[in-house]
């Protein structure tokens, strides 16, 4: 199994260990990457749509990086660079999460819903590619139209 890139901050072998243990890792924000949590409603009103495989052709083309969503509380996550402005979401749904909390990251292989895990990737990780700030600031201002 590979070792998520995100996941820099812990060692392959607390990851994979998780990840056998639970199928995710919790790792903190604010190293490696941030993460801007977006209600799952929010992310279908910007993607005009709420058929799963239409949202994440939307999100490929407008984030153009990994974004994970957790089907328990509806949110959708996209990681951004650890630099990212805290004022970023300007959305009164939206959260930016950095330092100081955690975010659990689903084995790489989790790309669709299961009965057994609450958390998949919608966009899977690339390498070490985030979603660039102003891409989420797009989503966020599409939805609010």
């Given at each position: 199994m590979n070792v998520h890139p995100l996941a820099?901050?812990?060692s392959a072998r607390e990851v994979q260990e998780q990840w056998l243990r639970r199928s995710i890792a919790l790792v903190p924000?604010?190293?490696a990457f941030?993460?801007?949590r977006m209600p799952t409603d929010l992310v279908h009103t910007a993607a005009r749509t709420h058929h799963p495989e239409q949202v994440r052709i939307y999100l490929t083309h407008t984030l153009h990086g990994p974004v994970l969503t957790d089907r328990t509380?509806?949110?959708h996550y996209a990681l951004v660079?650890?630099?990212t402005p805290h004022d970023l979401p300007d959305h009164p749904h939206t959260r930016?999460?950095?330092t100081n909390t955690?975010?659990?990251?689903p084995r790489p292989d989790l790309t669709h819903p299961t009965t057994h895990h609450r958390y998949h990737w919608i966009i899977p990780p690339n390498g070490q590619q985030l979603c660039p700030p102003e891409a989420v600031s797009?989503?966020?201002r599409r939805a609010a139209r």
């Open positions: 820099a901050v812990l924000c604010g190293h941030a993460a801007i509380t509806h949110h660079p650890p630099n930016y999460l950095g955690y975010l659990g990251l797009t989503l966020l």
